[in-house]
């Protein structure tokens, strides 16, 4: 018996709909809405960039700001800024994250926390041939053993807190687009920034008994004072590859990690490029929302085409310069 014509089209439909409902049904952690009013945010790199954006706007919104970073007048600058823009005065603590005891009395002083988000960071662009070890080394201690040190201090508190209030908490990760992809000159930054989301993947397995809901955020080139810096250090060829990403204001940056904060999302891309890559690399992460696995499912495969035809620009950029520059050298 051969089937209608008619009765397949009628599938066309109905496929998608049958997976909608399985990814219904299976995707985890379950969605959840993390109030930010009258709780307790806590963000470390709060004196400027990405940092002082999200300090300023979570402060609007009603909530208990902390914020810590390692210079005590930049911290001052910053209170004072949200205190004008927003009418709020926050707390300031003086701290170097790769210092765990410093940390931990900075957050047993602020008490505990409802949302911890993990901001620090530090970006110096080199080939690793050339960058020396002690520099290495400071991106690893500040990006990924900071994040170690403020999350162990933080985190039983925290556990005490969603227990006695039965509302929803927050860890949240800033990554980069240098998180989801290795490129040319950010052989140190990139491991320090994919080394953040094994920590995540991990830790949101440890922590979801407790109702803690981790984020990590994957923000682009940002205006902020530490790109500026960062740009002066930038080998070409880092520039010719990193240009096709556009950059974003550190305003804008806040306002969308604030959105997938709220809505525990784990993976928080903050553009386009970065929405193409979190398809691209979604692999085993959690997924708390069910069409966004469905986008994840259906897209993977063409993204995967797309990454490739990146690889393929961003390699023949590199053999274009390496002749160019073998040709300058005879």
């Avoid at 960071?121 to 201690?141: A, H, N, R, W, Y």
Wanted: charged residues 20%.
């Amino acid at each position: 018996m051969t089937t209608s014509p008619f009765y397949s089209l009628l599938l066309i439909p109905i496929l998608p709909l049958c997976l909608l409902c399985l990814l219904f049904l299976i995707v985890r952690p379950h969605p959840s809405r993390i109030p930010i009013k009258g709780r307790h945010v806590f963000i470390t790199g709060g004196s400027s960039g990405i940092g002082l954006a999200l300090a300023r706007q979570v402060a609007a919104e009603g909530a208990r700001v902390s914020i810590l970073a390692r210079s005590r007048k930049r911290l001052e600058e910053a209170r004072e800024a949200i205190r004008l823009a927003t009418g709020v005065e926050v707390a300031i603590f003086s701290a170097d994250v790769r210092d765990a005891e410093e940390v931990a009395r900075a957050i047993e002083e602020a008490g505990p926390i409802d949302v911890l988000v993990c901001n620090q960071g530090v970006f110096v662009p080199q080939e690793l041939e050339k960058q020396e070890l002690e520099e290495v080394k400071i991106m690893v201690d500040v990006n990924l053993m900071g994040t170690f040190h403020l999350i162990k201090a933080a985190l039983p508190a925290m556990k005490r807190r969603t227990r006695e209030t039965g509302l929803p908490a927050s860890i949240t990760l800033m990554s980069s687009q240098a998180g989801q992809v290795g490129i040319y000159g950010y052989t140190a930054y990139s491991a320090s920034k994919f080394a953040l989301r094994g920590l995540s993947e991990a830790l949101q397995q440890e922590v979801i008994a407790d109702n803690i809901y981790v984020s990590l955020i994957f923000p682009p080139d940002t205006e902020t004072p530490g790109l500026a810096e960062e740009q002066k250090r930038r080998p070409e060829l880092t520039k010719i590859i990193a240009g096709s990403s556009g950059g974003m204001k550190a305003d804008d940056v806040a306002k969308v990690s604030l959105n997938g904060i709220k809505y525990g999302r784990f993976i928080i891309p903050c553009n386009f490029e970065g929405t193409m890559l979190a398809i691209a690399t979604s692999g085993l992460s959690p997924q708390s929302s069910f069409m966004e696995a469905f986008i994840e499912v259906v897209g993977a495969g063409f993204m995967r085409l797309v990454g490739l035809f990146f690889q393929w620009n961003w390699f023949s950029s590199i053999e274009k310069w390496q002749a160019k520059s073998s040709g300058k050298r005879k």
